[in-house]
């Protein structure tokens, strides 16, 4: 008997569930096995509505563009005019967001401070106080008042070019910091009067004061210390931009510190990192209605962070009304975080280059975010600083570029005007119209 | 005696004299009138005087003072001597809320009593408390002593580090990772010392001391009910 073939029963090719994807299943299965949650550094990874959504219409018959080689563009800003009797000039309108001493080597610390110098803006401490190393190399340091108050104390106080009073951050709105024991040094713990090793929190809220109302005396508290020399900036998460942009500057805020999910931590849990805040983009324009509707716009100087990587986001920002961005995660791999040349020792971390994030660990084959010798001596402060110092001139003339195509001879001369969107979602943010129409979602006037 | 009337003056130049005065100065004695609860009175001193202030205050009074002996003959409001490195505030009155917090050295004393969130993050600094303090005190605190004659309320010492807590009274209940702990013979004089510095009478073999149980200085997942 001829043995009768069946017909083959074809198979479908295998399907990854769009819900349970392999990076879910890791995260369940590493949940799974530990019994914590997982902890990372920098910023929000999903994709997100953002800068590169925006596009700069240029000049046209209207509007006549300025020389780029020949015609100046200004770039400076002056931040704190308002109540400080030395408010901060700056050359160029992006300075270099807090990081902490702990989170971030003395080194790193150092080059930040030369690049920033080197190109004449300001950089900013972190929660851990301030160090010599720091304070050295930065012509303009600005002093973060943060929650945990590690290092706090009036000299530094007093040796500072503006205060930072951190009420949030946009990686973890109404969240703390977070060192973990591997980088609690002798210096780190001895700097924040700490034990060893242990697991530091830093609070969420400051010890000494709720609301806007206590936050206006702690503001007069801070300024009578450091006789009302210094701009008082107030630096909170993108939240709730209107109401807290318009609270600060009752408060007396001179300069407000806006920042986006996108914007880095040195360490916090990834579920708070990708769940909580809202998109840079989508944070500019409500508070810079806020400072419109009190007549403080240009006076109370907003800065603007989370996810900043170029000269074109630069100009965006400031097209949208921002006085000035600050960068974080853009510094660190302008000194070398994440680098290629690293790539093996960052597959031996069980990760590869562009994607670490384990910065609480300590391991960073870098030298920058980390705390132990032998790795910190492969990070030179002084190229390090000459990096930083070539990214933030490039960024600048990117942004002169920009402005220049617009028309503008100043960067503060950009504005809404001069963009559009490419999505639906970018134009209803940023209040500019979807390209190719004079429409955007939610425009006065219109029934969407 | 120099005196200055806050009322007529104002805060603004009584702070700029305070500062003015350096180590060496002879202008080492200063009352101030006319507080009327006044906020940031005496705040950053950094010179060896002392400002007797005739009244009550509002937040901050005395914030990070460096050297300075500071009187109030009166309450004091949220915030006393928060981030004091060194000298020493004392409270005729009673004080509000977050009492001495993160103060890194120094002495505050406390005739009547504290608020809530008494010595709250505090790094180093000593609080002697004649009578009771409120809810969440010494929350998060690092290192320095607390001293307490009367009751603690809820919560004493919860998150603590290494800050030692003296409570000669009841204590309503304990934060998270705060236990009670062994009087030991150096702990009797500590105390001694500083009861003594503080102008109270109590018997420092009365008091009980709290501490850190260290068991949430590392995380550990089965430790997550604590919180």
């Not at chain 1, 107030?234 to 007396?252: F, M, Q, S």
């Amino acid at each position: 008997m001829n043995k009768i073939e069946k017909p083959a029963i074809p198979h479908t090719t295998p399907r990854y569930s769009a819900t349970f994807s392999n990076d879910v299943n890791s995260d369940i299965r590493r949940a799974a096995a530990t019994g914590i949650y997982d902890i990372r550094g920098g910023g929000a990874k999903r994709k997100l509505p953002n800068f590169d959504d925006l596009l700069f219409l240029g000049a046209s018959i209207s509007r006549y563009p300025l020389e780029g080689y020949r015609e100046k563009c200004e770039t400076s800003v002056t931040i704190g005019t308002r109540y400080a009797k030395n408010p901060i000039e700056l050359d160029i309108p992006i300075t270099i967001a807090g990081m902490s001493f702990g989170a971030l080597s003395g080194p790193a610390k150092e080059a930040l401070g030369r690049g920033a110098s080197a190109a004449g803006t300001s950089t900013t401490t972190g929660d851990g106080g301030m160090t010599p190393e720091e304070r050295g190399h930065s012509t303009k340091l600005v002093y973060q008042y943060l929650p945990s108050r590690y290092g706090m104390n009036p000299d530094d106080l007093r040796k500072a070019d503006a205060i930072e009073i951190v009420v949030g951050q946009g990686a973890k709105p109404g969240g703390g910091g977070m060192l973990l024991g591997q980088k609690i040094s002798d210096r780190v713990a001895e700097m924040r009067n700490l034990p060893k090793g242990i697991d530091q929190r830093s609070a969420c809220r400051h010890p000494d004061w709720t609301g806007p109302d206590d936050l206006e005396i702690k503001i007069l508290e801070l300024r009578e210390i450091t006789g009302w020399k210094v701009p008082i900036y107030v630096k909170v998460a993108g939240a709730r931009p209107y109401y807290d942009t318009t609270l600060a500057i009752k408060a007396g805020a001179d300069a407000i510190v806006l920042d986006g999910m996108q914007g880095g931590t040195a360490a916090t849990q990834d579920i708070f990192i990708e769940h909580v805040g809202q998109p840079t983009l989508a944070i500019v324009r409500p508070a810079v209605q806020a400072l419109q509707d009190l007549g403080m716009h240009r006076e109370v100087q907003l800065i603007l962070s989370g996810g900043i990587r170029n000269g074109a986001d630069v100009a965006k920002a400031m097209a949208l009304g921002a006085d000035a961005v600050a960068i974080g995660s853009a510094a660190l791999i302008a000194l070398g975080d994440n680098d290629p040349i690293h790539e093996e020792e960052y597959n031996k971390l069980g990760t590869t280059a562009g994607a670490y994030d384990d910065w609480h660990e300590g391991m960073d084959p870098a030298g920058i975010t980390t705390q132990d010798p032998d790795l910190m001596k492969r990070f030179d402060p002084k190229e390090g600083g000459r990096k930083l110092r070539n990214y933030l001139k490039v960024m600048t003339l990117e942004a002169q570029t920009i402005a220049r195509a617009c028309g503008k001879n100043h960067l503060h001369n950009l504005e809404p005007e001069d963009l559009v969107a490419v999505t639906m979602e970018a134009a209803a943010m940023a209040k500019v119209p979807l390209a190719g129409t004079t429409w955007y979602p939610g425009k006065p006037g219109t029934s969407y | 005696m120099l005196e200055f009337d806050l009322q007529e003056n104002g805060l603004r130049k009584l702070n700029s004299a305070l500062h003015d005065q350096k180590d060496s100065t002879n202008q080492t004695a200063w009352e101030v009138i006319n507080p009327k609860g006044s906020h940031a009175i005496a705040v950053g001193i950094d010179a060896p005087i002392e400002v007797n202030i005739k009244g009550s205050t509002g937040y901050y009074c005395g914030g990070m003072n460096k050297q300075a002996t500071i009187n109030v003959k009166g309450s004091v409001g949220p915030g006393v001597a928060e981030n004091m490195m060194s000298g020493k505030v004392i409270i005729e009155g009673d004080a509000s809320q977050y009492a001495g917090a993160t103060g890194h050295g120094g002495l505050l004393v406390i005739k009547g009593n504290a608020s809530s969130r008494c010595g709250i993050s505090m790094k180093g600094i000593n609080i002697v408390v004649h009578g009771n303090i409120g809810h969440m005190s010494a929350f998060m605190a690092q290192s320095g002593n607390l001293v307490v004659c009367g009751d603690a309320g809820d919560a004493l010492g919860d998150s603590l580090y290494e800050a030692k807590l003296f409570v000669r009274g009841s204590v309503k209940s304990l934060g998270a990772d705060c236990e009670k702990k062994e009087m030991r013979p150096e702990h009797i004089e500590l105390l001694r010392q500083l009861l003594s510095e503080a102008d109270c009478d109590a018997k420092p073999e009365e008091f009980t001391r709290y501490g850190s149980a260290r068991t949430l200085y590392n995380f550990d997942i089965d430790n997550s009910d604590a919180y």
